[in-house]
Protein backbone atom coordinates (compact mmCIF):
# COMPACT_ATOMS: atom_id res chain seq x y z
CA UNK A 1 0.00 0.00 0.00
CA UNK A 2 1.59 3.33 -0.75
CA UNK A 3 1.81 5.97 1.50
CA UNK A 4 -0.75 8.37 -1.11
CA UNK A 5 -3.08 5.47 -0.49
CA UNK A 6 -2.75 5.24 2.90
CA UNK A 7 -2.85 9.49 3.53
CA UNK A 8 -6.47 8.85 1.37
CA UNK A 9 -7.82 6.21 3.61
CA UNK A 10 -7.77 8.10 7.01
CA UNK A 11 -10.19 10.68 5.87
CA UNK A 12 -12.68 8.22 4.07
CA UNK A 13 -12.42 6.05 7.34
CA UNK A 14 -13.42 9.13 9.41
CA UNK A 15 -16.12 10.32 7.61
CA UNK A 16 -17.95 7.04 7.22
CA UNK A 17 -17.14 5.72 10.96
CA UNK A 18 -18.70 9.12 11.91
CA UNK A 19 -21.86 8.75 9.57
CA UNK A 20 -22.28 5.12 11.14
CA UNK A 21 -22.02 5.96 14.64
CA UNK A 22 -24.22 9.06 14.20
CA UNK A 23 -27.00 7.67 11.81
CA UNK A 24 -26.64 3.90 12.90
CA UNK A 25 -26.05 3.36 9.53
CA UNK A 26 -26.12 4.83 5.98
CA UNK A 27 -22.26 5.99 5.99
CA UNK A 28 -20.98 2.50 5.16
CA UNK A 29 -22.70 3.52 1.65
CA UNK A 30 -19.49 5.57 1.16
CA UNK A 31 -17.03 3.20 1.56
CA UNK A 32 -17.31 1.29 -2.31
CA UNK A 33 -17.14 4.50 -3.93
CA UNK A 34 -14.26 5.66 -1.54
CA UNK A 35 -12.61 2.21 -2.31
CA UNK A 36 -13.38 2.14 -6.18
CA UNK A 37 -12.28 5.93 -6.68
CA UNK A 38 -10.13 7.07 -4.64
CA UNK A 39 -8.22 4.07 -3.68
CA UNK A 40 -7.88 2.30 -6.71
CA UNK A 41 -9.89 -1.15 -6.06
CA UNK A 42 -11.84 -2.80 -8.56
CA UNK A 43 -15.78 -2.83 -8.28
CA UNK A 44 -15.57 -6.71 -7.17
CA UNK A 45 -12.74 -6.06 -4.51
CA UNK A 46 -14.54 -2.75 -2.99
CA UNK A 47 -17.70 -4.46 -2.73
CA UNK A 48 -16.05 -7.40 -0.81
CA UNK A 49 -13.51 -5.13 1.23
CA UNK A 50 -16.62 -2.72 2.28
CA UNK A 51 -17.74 -5.60 4.19
CA UNK A 52 -14.66 -5.49 6.52
CA UNK A 53 -14.97 -1.73 7.20
CA UNK A 54 -18.59 -2.12 8.29
CA UNK A 55 -18.21 -4.46 10.74
CA UNK A 56 -15.67 -3.00 12.12
CA UNK A 57 -17.33 0.12 12.22
CA UNK A 58 -20.30 -1.64 13.41
CA UNK A 59 -18.34 -3.07 16.10
CA UNK A 60 -17.57 -0.14 17.69
CA UNK A 61 -20.67 1.81 17.42
CA UNK A 62 -22.83 -1.39 18.83
CA UNK A 63 -20.52 -1.72 22.28
CA UNK A 64 -21.70 2.48 22.59
CA UNK A 65 -24.98 1.83 22.00
CA UNK A 66 -25.00 -1.50 24.23
CA UNK A 67 -23.36 0.75 27.25
CA UNK A 68 -26.10 3.07 26.99
CA UNK A 69 -28.82 0.23 26.66
CA UNK A 70 -29.57 1.12 23.53
CA UNK A 71 -29.59 -2.33 21.96
CA UNK A 72 -32.54 -4.90 22.17
CA UNK A 73 -29.89 -8.25 21.33
CA UNK A 74 -32.53 -10.60 20.98
CA UNK A 75 -34.75 -8.92 18.21
CA UNK A 76 -31.53 -7.64 16.13
CA UNK A 77 -30.09 -11.33 16.63
CA UNK A 78 -33.19 -13.15 14.80
CA UNK A 79 -33.78 -9.74 12.17
CA UNK A 80 -29.90 -10.25 11.51
CA UNK A 81 -30.26 -14.47 11.51
CA UNK A 82 -32.96 -14.04 9.39
CA UNK A 83 -31.23 -12.16 6.27
CA UNK A 84 -28.85 -14.55 5.85
CA UNK A 85 -30.23 -16.60 3.16
CA UNK A 86 -30.78 -13.21 1.23
CA UNK A 87 -26.88 -11.85 2.12
CA UNK A 88 -26.02 -15.47 0.38
CA UNK A 89 -28.32 -15.05 -2.71
CA UNK A 90 -26.65 -10.97 -3.52
CA UNK A 91 -23.20 -12.72 -2.53
CA UNK A 92 -23.79 -14.91 -5.91
CA UNK A 93 -25.05 -12.50 -8.04
CA UNK A 94 -22.90 -9.13 -7.38
CA UNK A 95 -20.15 -12.43 -8.15
CA UNK A 96 -21.94 -12.91 -11.41
CA UNK A 97 -22.09 -9.25 -12.50
CA UNK A 98 -20.31 -6.97 -15.17
CA UNK A 99 -18.35 -4.25 -12.72
CA UNK A 100 -19.36 -1.57 -14.81
CA UNK A 101 -22.67 -3.05 -14.35
CA UNK A 102 -22.68 -3.27 -10.44
CA UNK A 103 -21.33 0.18 -10.16
CA UNK A 104 -24.24 2.12 -12.20
CA UNK A 105 -26.65 -0.44 -9.93
CA UNK A 106 -24.63 1.24 -7.08
CA UNK A 107 -25.39 4.82 -8.15
CA UNK A 108 -28.98 3.75 -8.38
CA UNK A 109 -29.19 2.26 -4.45
CA UNK A 110 -27.55 5.64 -3.59
CA UNK A 111 -30.15 7.63 -5.42
CA UNK A 112 -32.70 5.54 -3.22
CA UNK A 113 -30.89 6.26 0.02
CA UNK A 114 -30.50 10.02 -0.52
CA UNK A 115 -34.61 9.57 -0.87
CA UNK A 116 -35.01 7.65 1.81
CA UNK A 117 -32.55 9.84 4.18
CA UNK A 118 -34.21 13.15 3.01
CA UNK A 119 -37.67 11.57 4.28
CA UNK A 120 -36.58 10.39 7.46
CA UNK A 121 -35.25 14.07 7.98
CA UNK A 122 -38.27 15.53 7.25
CA UNK A 123 -40.03 13.35 9.90
CA UNK A 124 -37.47 13.76 12.42
CA UNK A 125 -37.63 17.81 12.00
CA UNK A 126 -41.49 17.79 12.61
CA UNK A 127 -41.27 15.56 15.60
CA UNK A 128 -39.19 18.31 16.93
CA UNK A 129 -41.79 20.82 16.55
CA UNK A 130 -44.02 18.56 17.75
CA UNK A 131 -42.16 17.56 20.90
CA UNK A 132 -43.17 20.20 22.97
CA UNK A 133 -46.95 19.51 22.88
CA UNK A 134 -45.82 16.20 23.51
CA UNK A 135 -43.93 17.21 26.66
CA UNK A 136 -45.58 15.67 30.01
CA UNK A 137 -47.93 13.49 28.39
CA UNK A 138 -47.11 10.04 29.88
CA UNK A 139 -46.21 6.28 28.34
CA UNK A 140 -49.46 5.03 26.50
CA UNK A 141 -50.47 2.33 28.26
CA UNK A 142 -49.20 -1.18 26.69
CA UNK A 143 -47.02 0.52 24.73
CA UNK A 144 -43.76 -1.77 25.52
CA UNK A 145 -46.30 -4.28 25.47
CA UNK A 146 -46.64 -3.53 22.20
CA UNK A 147 -42.94 -3.07 21.17
CA UNK A 148 -41.81 -6.50 22.54
CA UNK A 149 -44.62 -8.32 21.15
CA UNK A 150 -43.88 -6.28 17.30
CA UNK A 151 -42.27 -9.93 16.21
CA UNK A 152 -45.00 -12.22 16.96
CA UNK A 153 -47.82 -9.87 15.35
CA UNK A 154 -45.61 -9.51 12.17
CA UNK A 155 -43.61 -12.25 11.47
CA UNK A 156 -43.87 -12.20 7.36
CA UNK A 157 -43.21 -8.71 7.23
CA UNK A 158 -40.47 -8.86 9.29
CA UNK A 159 -39.00 -12.07 7.38
CA UNK A 160 -39.22 -10.83 4.39
CA UNK A 161 -37.28 -6.61 5.27
CA UNK A 162 -34.53 -9.07 6.79
CA UNK A 163 -34.01 -10.84 3.84
CA UNK A 164 -33.82 -7.81 1.74
CA UNK A 165 -31.49 -5.60 4.03
CA UNK A 166 -29.44 -9.34 3.71
CA UNK A 167 -29.44 -9.11 0.03
CA UNK A 168 -28.56 -5.57 0.40
CA UNK A 169 -25.45 -5.80 2.04
CA UNK A 170 -24.45 -9.60 -0.03
CA UNK A 171 -24.90 -7.58 -3.25
CA UNK A 172 -23.76 -4.03 -2.36
CA UNK A 173 -21.35 -4.29 0.29
CA UNK A 174 -22.99 -2.35 2.40
CA UNK A 175 -24.79 -2.65 6.02
CA UNK A 176 -28.36 -1.39 4.88
CA UNK A 177 -28.83 0.76 8.26
CA UNK A 178 -31.16 3.39 5.67
CA UNK A 179 -33.43 0.26 5.82
CA UNK A 180 -32.93 -1.69 9.14
CA UNK A 181 -33.82 1.63 11.58
CA UNK A 182 -36.78 2.42 9.98
CA UNK A 183 -37.73 -1.57 10.12
CA UNK A 184 -37.07 -1.69 13.36
CA UNK A 185 -38.97 1.49 14.37
CA UNK A 186 -42.12 0.28 12.05
CA UNK A 187 -42.41 -3.12 12.71
CA UNK A 188 -41.14 -3.88 15.75
CA UNK A 189 -42.11 -0.70 17.82
CA UNK A 190 -38.77 0.46 18.87
CA UNK A 191 -37.91 4.19 19.60
CA UNK A 192 -35.51 5.88 17.82
CA UNK A 193 -32.38 5.93 19.68
CA UNK A 194 -32.99 1.79 20.24
CA UNK A 195 -33.61 1.20 16.74
CA UNK A 196 -30.54 3.07 15.69
CA UNK A 197 -28.05 0.78 18.04
CA UNK A 198 -29.64 -2.45 17.52
CA UNK A 199 -29.25 -1.84 13.90
CA UNK A 200 -25.84 -1.64 14.29
CA UNK A 201 -26.16 -5.45 15.62
CA UNK A 202 -28.14 -6.34 12.61
CA UNK A 203 -25.43 -4.78 9.96
CA UNK A 204 -22.82 -6.78 12.50
CA UNK A 205 -24.39 -9.91 11.71
CA UNK A 206 -25.27 -9.42 7.75
CA UNK A 207 -21.67 -8.22 7.33
CA UNK A 208 -20.13 -10.81 8.68
CA UNK A 209 -22.34 -13.30 7.09
CA UNK A 210 -21.66 -11.51 3.34
CA UNK A 211 -17.70 -11.52 3.74
CA UNK A 212 -17.57 -15.31 5.09
CA UNK A 213 -19.09 -16.34 1.65
CA UNK A 214 -16.87 -14.08 -0.23
CA UNK A 215 -13.89 -16.38 1.60
CA UNK A 216 -11.63 -17.26 -0.63
CA UNK A 217 -13.18 -15.80 -3.69
CA UNK A 218 -10.12 -12.88 -4.74
CA UNK A 219 -7.50 -11.34 -2.97
CA UNK A 220 -8.11 -8.27 -0.72
CA UNK A 221 -5.59 -5.39 -0.01
CA UNK A 222 -5.59 -5.83 4.09
CA UNK A 223 -2.95 -3.56 4.84
CA UNK A 224 -5.22 -0.64 3.17
CA UNK A 225 -8.63 -2.57 4.54
CA UNK A 226 -6.94 -2.32 7.77
CA UNK A 227 -5.86 1.22 7.88
CA UNK A 228 -9.56 2.31 6.49
CA UNK A 229 -11.15 0.34 9.15
CA UNK A 230 -9.65 1.21 12.20
CA UNK A 231 -10.37 5.28 11.12
CA UNK A 232 -13.79 3.84 10.96
CA UNK A 233 -13.98 2.74 14.13
CA UNK A 234 -12.72 5.80 15.58
CA UNK A 235 -14.83 8.30 12.88
CA UNK A 236 -17.78 5.34 14.69
CA UNK A 237 -16.84 6.13 18.12
CA UNK A 238 -17.00 9.79 17.68
CA UNK A 239 -20.36 9.55 15.70
CA UNK A 240 -21.57 8.22 18.54
CA UNK A 241 -20.46 11.07 20.99
CA UNK A 242 -21.52 13.49 18.08
CA UNK A 243 -25.13 12.02 17.97
CA UNK A 244 -26.26 13.97 20.69
CA UNK A 245 -24.83 17.45 19.98
CA UNK A 246 -25.54 17.60 16.60
CA UNK A 247 -28.69 18.34 14.72
CA UNK A 248 -30.70 14.59 13.68
CA UNK A 249 -32.02 16.51 10.52
CA UNK A 250 -29.66 18.88 9.65
CA UNK A 251 -27.22 15.95 9.34
CA UNK A 252 -29.53 13.44 7.82
CA UNK A 253 -29.81 16.43 5.08
CA UNK A 254 -26.53 16.82 4.64
CA UNK A 255 -25.36 13.54 4.04
CA UNK A 256 -28.36 12.37 1.97
CA UNK A 257 -27.30 15.62 -0.38
CA UNK A 258 -23.96 14.33 -0.72
CA UNK A 259 -25.00 11.18 -1.46
CA UNK A 260 -26.92 12.12 -4.04
CA UNK A 261 -24.49 14.46 -5.30
CA UNK A 262 -21.80 11.18 -5.55
CA UNK A 263 -24.92 9.23 -7.03
CA UNK A 264 -25.04 11.28 -10.26
CA UNK A 265 -21.09 11.75 -10.83
CA UNK A 266 -21.14 7.73 -10.43
CA UNK A 267 -24.04 7.18 -13.04
CA UNK A 268 -22.49 9.71 -15.40
CA UNK A 269 -18.91 7.87 -15.27
CA UNK A 270 -21.11 4.01 -15.79
CA UNK A 271 -23.93 4.41 -17.77
CA UNK A 272 -22.27 5.05 -20.44
CA UNK A 273 -19.89 2.29 -20.74
CA UNK A 274 -22.74 -0.16 -20.25
Known sequence: MSVVLAVAALPCGLVIGVLLGALGGGGSILAVPALVYLLGQ????????????????????????ARGG??????????????TAGSFLGTRWSAALDPTALMAAFAGLMLAVAATLLLQGRRKAREQK??????????APGRRERQTSGARRYPARIAVTASAVG??????????????????????G???????GTSLLVILINSTTALAIRAGTGALDWPLLAGF????????YL???????????????SFASLIAVLAVGMAATAIPRL
Open 167 to 188: LLTGFFGVGGGFVVVPALTLVL
Open 229 to 236: AACTAVGS
Open 42 to 65: SPHEATAGALIVVAVGAVTGLACH
Open 130 to 139: EAPGRQGRQE
Open 239 to 253: GNRLSARLPASALTR
Open 190 to 196: LEMPVAV
Open 70 to 83: RVRWAAGAVFGLLG
